[in-house]
């Protein structure tokens, strides 16, 4: 117990720096947006909705439980997002602990502790513990532990069994994956006793489960309200690349990026991906039935990651987080009983300090966006840098990588849109208009904001002819991209009414819309 105690000082120690961490990426939508975020939410909408109800296409996600630790989170700490990162590092030292307790029972103490001990500092678990939005995992995992550390013992009285109840419920509505936590007593008792043992622990997890689903269906979306497989062909495709690199993370998972997208995969660690299929066969022969139950929990643990890889096209270093969990499993099993085995820790350290180091990444959208960048310099991260070089003032910062973005194989389109409109800004409306040549040659045209943008862009060169042939036939919807060229060619015809409109169903107020288009005609007028 002293030991684990110690791992879990080091641990906080490692982590204590997230205190210190804004907000980025999903946070904003989930937390701070002044439309959608948690200010907005209710008990009753966090459990009747997806997890991203007030987006036009929903995730199929259901975590009302994780809602609710973030409406906690901003009673207790309001606006401070440092307190938000402290109540996630607080769950995850909870996982390192619950993982000690478990295995020091089912083990001894000495190798539960280092078990926690490779779970605490292995770096794919940084970005549980650094994403605000991803805490969900170590909430499902140190529930569903919980869990399974009642119903561990072969006869489970009634109070463990109404608590493990509580606990798996708790775990399934903080994310779906809790019940794959579930699996593990099963294989537990597989490998101890070979047969089930007492079938009322088993009953209640089962009861637990079906309680969570059981609310998904009546109170929340449906238990057919499943995530959208948009990437399930590109995945069918990927899938060797894609388990080289999921089973290469876990011996050597450098570089950390949680930007690995589908389309841009390079070719496996050959050395890494060798050695995990290596410690795999040796684990299975050598530590029989532990290691078997351990190596049968982490290949059922990569499906969620599998299915949230085919939605997002995005390969999150958080989907290895449970098939991580089985492998520290299966090694423990063949971990020698020795007084002496306290001192492999330091084997950890360049772990702890690749998780420490990592921290400062997740300070800002810009600081994540440039790490990575620069770990996987592929098309998506280049747009989604200058993305947020051009949200930070930095146009012309953001220029060349929008121009890298869509010049890949294939090209990231998203924010063609705004190249052209920083162009505009920086070198003048010959540069945007020459932008938006390169951006229809890449054939990008189609992308949010890049018909708006050409369209400013030949008002500002003064082209009011090729400004009405670029938006014929007229747009149905003015759009917020769309409306200040509309505006214009809508005050140029003098159809103030249409001007109006336009303003109004763009969300944008008319008065100073009317003024950005007068400016436009005057230098219309002027050539």
């Known amino acids: 117990?002293?030991?684990?105690?110690?791992?879990?000082?080091?641990?906080?120690?490692?982590?204590?720096?997230?205190?210190?961490?804004?907000?980025?990426?999903?946070?904003?939508?989930?937390?701070t947006h002044p439309v959608t975020g948690i200010t907005q939410q209710t008990l009753g909408s966090v459990f009747q909705s997806d997890l991203w109800h007030f987006q036009d296409s929903q995730s199929g996600y259901y975590r009302p439980l994780m809602m609710i630790s973030l409406m906690v989170d901003h009673t207790v700490f309001g606006e401070w997002a440092g307190g938000y990162h402290l109540h996630s590092l607080a769950w995850h030292?909870?996982?390192?602990?619950?993982?000690?307790?478990?295995?020091?029972?089912?083990?001894?103490?000495?190798?539960?502790?280092?078990?926690?001990?490779?779970?605490?500092?292995?770096?794919?678990i940084s970005e549980t513990v650094c994403f605000v939005s991803a805490r969900n995992d170590s909430m499902a995992l140190a529930l569903g532990l919980g869990a399974i550390l009642l119903t561990a013992p072969r006869q489970a009285g009634p109070a463990?069994?109404?608590?493990?109840?509580?606990?798996?419920?708790?775990?399934?509505?903080?994310?779906?994956?809790?019940?794959?936590?579930?699996?593990?007593?099963?294989?537990?008792?597989?490998?101890?006793?070979?047969?089930?043992?007492?079938?009322?622990?088993?009953?209640?997890?089962?009861?637990?489960?079906?309680?969570?689903?059981g609310l998904r269906e009546v109170v929340g979306p449906g238990l057919g309200h499943t995530p959208?497989?948009?990437?399930?062909?590109?995945?069918?495709?990927?899938?060797?690349?894609?388990?080289?690199?999921?089973?290469?993370?876990?011996?050597?998972?450098?570089?950390?990026?949680?930007?690995?997208?589908?389309?841009?995969?390079?070719?496996?660690?050959?050395?890494?991906?060798?050695?995990?299929?290596?410690?795999?066969?040796?684990?299975?022969?050598?530590?029989?039935?532990?290691?078997?139950?351990?190596?049968?929990?982490a290949a059922l643990a990569a499906i969620p990651g599998l299915i949230a890889i085919a939605s997002r096209f995005l390969i999150g270093e958080r989907y290895l987080a449970l098939p991580l969990l089985g492998i520290i499993l299966a090694l423990t099993a063949v971990l020698p009983r020795s007084k002496r085995l306290p001192w492999g820790l330091i084997l950890l350290l360049p772990w702890a300090w690749v998780c420490h180091k990592r921290i400062a990444d997740w300070s800002t959208d810009l600081s994540l966006a440039t790490a990575a960048h620069k770990a996987s310099p592929t098309p998506y991260t280049?747009?989604?840098?200058?993305?947020?070089?051009?949200?930070?003032?930095?146009?012309g910062a953001a220029l060349p990588h929008y121009n890298e973005a869509t010049q890949?194989?294939?090209?990231?389109?998203?924010?063609?849109?705004?190249?052209?409109?920083?162009?505009?800004?920086?070198?003048?409306?010959?540069?945007?208009?020459?932008a938006a040549q390169t951006i229809w040659e890449r054939r990008c045209a189609g992308a949010p904001g890049v018909r708006g943008a050409w369209a400013h862009a030949k008002l500002r060169a003064?082209?009011?002819?090729?400004?009405?042939?670029?938006?014929?036939?007229?747009?149905?919807?003015?759009?917020?991209?769309?409306?200040?060229?509309?505006?214009?060619?809508?005050?140029?015809?003098?159809?103030?009414?249409?001007?109006?409109?336009?303003?109004?169903?763009?969300?944008?107020?008319?008065?100073?819309?009317?003024?950005?288009?007068k400016a436009l005609l005057s230098m219309v007028d002027a050539q």
């Open 408 to 434: 890949g194989t294939p090209p990231t389109c998203d924010f063609s849109g705004e190249w052209i409109r920083a162009a505009l800004e920086v070198e003048g409306p010959q540069a945007g208009l020459a």
């Open 462 to 517: 003064g082209d009011i002819d090729g400004t009405m042939e670029l938006l014929t036939p007229m747009p149905s919807r003015c759009t917020i991209h769309l409306a200040l060229p509309m505006v214009t060619l809508f005050l140029q015809a003098e159809q103030v009414a249409r001007a109006e409109q336009c303003a109004s169903e763009a969300g944008l107020p008319f008065a100073p819309l009317q003024t950005r288009a």
């Open 160 to 213: 463990r069994c109404i608590g493990a109840t509580l606990l798996t419920t708790a775990a399934c509505l903080a994310k779906e994956n809790g019940l794959i936590v579930l699996a593990l007593l099963p294989l537990i008792d597989w490998a101890r006793f070979r047969g089930p043992g007492a079938w009322n622990r088993h009953a209640a997890l089962a009861t637990g489960a079906m309680a969570a689903l």
């Open 382 to 395: 280049a747009a989604w840098l200058g993305h947020e070089l051009a949200l930070d003032g930095q146009l």
């Open 1 to 31: 117990m002293r030991l684990l105690l110690i791992i879990l000082a080091a641990t906080l120690a490692v982590y204590l720096p997230v205190a210190e961490l804004g907000f980025v990426s999903d946070d904003h939508g989930l937390i």
């Open 93 to 124: 030292l909870l996982c390192v602990f619950f993982i000690g307790r478990l295995l020091g029972q089912l083990f001894d103490p000495t190798r539960g502790a280092i078990a926690a001990a490779m779970y605490a500092v292995h770096p794919v």
């Open 228 to 297: 959208p497989m948009n990437a399930a062909t590109l995945l069918s495709e990927q899938k060797l690349t894609v388990f080289g690199e999921l089973l290469s993370k876990l011996v050597w998972p450098m570089p950390l990026t949680d930007s690995s997208h589908l389309a841009y995969l390079a070719a496996p660690n050959i050395p890494a991906l060798s050695a995990v299929c290596f410690l795999i066969i040796f684990l299975v022969i050598a530590g029989k039935r532990w290691s078997q139950a351990g190596v049968a929990f």
